[in-house]
Nanobody, 123 residues
């Protein structure tokens, strides 16, 4: 089992920045990829970004590429999502996720979910 705990959400004005963190515990070595998804009200959950533990490769949704950056600290079993140039349409609950590989996460093949953290971007 892998447990994921997100933090860092909040309220920010459009154009601002936030950094989300996801701390993993348990059998973290069993899953190579960690990433982020988001779900806005009345919309389906969508993939945001993923990163590989083993080779550090990253994969982003086109809607956030160039504005968001995912990174990880393997020693701390923590993944970060730096969100810049935030827009009101980025408002959502952001979920941390773990899976076998980054492209699988991109296709929503998720093995473990966190509980989510709210991000609200005001206009």
């Amino acid at each position: 089992q892998v447990q994921l705990v997100e933090s860092g959400g909040g309220l920010v004005q459009a154009g601002g920045s936030l950094r989300l963190s996801c701390a993993a515990s348990g059998r973290t070595f069993s899953r190579d990829a960690m990433g982020w998804f988001r779900q806005a009200p009345e919309k389906e959950r969508e993939f945001v970004a993923a990163i590989s533990r083993s080779f550090g490769g990253t994969f982003y949704a086109s809607s956030v590429k160039g504005r968001f950056a995912i990174s990880r600290d393997n020693a701390k079993n923590t993944v970060y999502l730096q969100m810049n140039s935030l827009k009101p349409e980025d408002t959502a609950v952001y979920y941390c996720a773990a899976g076998s590989n980054i492209y699988g996460l991109g296709r929503s093949y998720v093995d473990y979910w966190g509980q989510g953290t709210q991000v609200t971007v005001s206009s």
